[in-house]
Structures are given as C-alpha cells and as structure tokens.
C-alpha cells in the first residue's frame, strides 16, 4: 500500500447518521442457498451476512439504517426488524420491481435526509484493520470537495474476488478512471462508500446502477476512494463461503 493512501482517522471525525443497506438482489450467483432465502440471511461464520453488517454499523455508531428488500421481501423485514439494539430500521420497499442499486438509491432518497449517508451493500464482509473501517471513511470524508468516497481495497488482497480491479487512485485519492479492457486496475471497490445525496439527481426512468452517479462524480473531480486497511471478502457465491470461513478461523 502505498504511503499517500494510509490516512490516519480525525479525532472526532463524524460518521453518518443513516446508512442504506443495499438488500433487494436476487442472490442468482448464491444459489441455490438463495432458493429459499434471501442472499444477506445466507450464513457466514455462523452469522447472516446482513447481521455482520449490522454489526459494523453499531461498532461505528451508525443511529439508522434504510434496508432495501424485493426478493422474499416478507421474511429479509422480519429478521432485521427490532432485531438491532441502538440502530433504527426502516424499510425502503421495492417489492413491486426491483430497481438495482442507483434505482434502489433513487426510491430510498426520502428517507436518507440531505446529510452524507453510508451505503453498504448486504454481501460482502469485512473485518476492521487497525481502524475501524467505516469511522476511518468518515474521517477522509471532506464535504468541499467530494460527492462520493468509496472504500477500496488493494486487488491483492481482495479476497473471492474474481475480477480484475475497478478503479486508479492518483496520490490524493482522488478517482482518476476505471479499469481499461484487458488491463488490470490495482483497486477493488468494498461494496462500501458514503455518498452525498446531493449527487442523486436527473435520474433516468426505472432500474440504472449507482455507476451513473459515479461517473458524474468523477468526470466532475468529486469522487474519492480510501484504502481499507484490514481484510475484505467478497462472498458472493457458495464456494466463497468455506474459503471465507477459513480465513477466519486462522484468526
């Protein structure tokens, strides 16, 4: 990791009131574990993903959350409602069509407020470095000149992760591209970011991914990554489970 991207939290750095948890997928690569359940309850170390994500959200003093839900919609509102001590839950209902992560954001703008919010996605996890990784985002967090800061992780260290990398951060880390066709970019994005709902406008009809707004951000110079400095799994398949465990359990 290089010395530029190690940033150090601001003592009393504020952290985002609300988050969204992003947790209506279908889980079609989790099946068939996702048969009969929906992606975040599939277990991981004896746990439901979205509960390991819970879990963070309290260690950073996250007050309110916004869960998604379309598929088995009934059953993902029961787990997590009065489930997590100190943490509002309120639900963003996608039942009626699943609007994919930017559309997810789009119907969900009432209820995030007009402060930065944490978005988490519901399917990966992750395990804080010598920070915690959500207060550390939020210490990087500088409203004059970004829109979005995304928690990256070096492409080596992301583990489960079939891809070739994201995005290229330049010394400040700033977002200066994406990854080009046949080349590989040195950092995977987390599933982890806070964005500034200001960045959530002239949306285009029906489901559109979150990419559109990031392009925005980036074109305009506001989109930032911050480097997570601890481990990070990309558990989106059920051969991504036992790997994960094991890490794990070597402590």
Known sequence: MSRQHVVRPVPGGQVPETAMVMAA???KRMRPLTATRPKPLVEVAGKPLIDHVFDRLRSAGIKRAVVNVHYLADTLQAHVTDRFDGIEVV???ERARLMETGGGLVQARGLLGDAPVLVVNSDNLWIDGPVDAIRLLASRWDDAKMDALLLMVPLARAHNHGGLGD?????DGRIIGRRKPGRVAPFAYTGIQIL????????PEGPFSTN???D??????RAYGQVHQGL???VG???AIPKTEAILADG
């Open 237 to 239: 398949t059920p051969g």
């Open 212 to 214: 559109l707004f990031w």
């Open 91 to 93: 639900m963003s209902d």
């Open 232 to 234: 990070w799994f990309d």
């Open 216 to 221: 925005r951000a980036i074109a305009a110079g």
């Open 196 to 203: 500034h709902p200001r960045l959530i406008v002239d949306w």
């Open 25 to 27: 997928g279908l889980g």
């Open 167 to 171: 995005f290229y951060l330049d010394a």
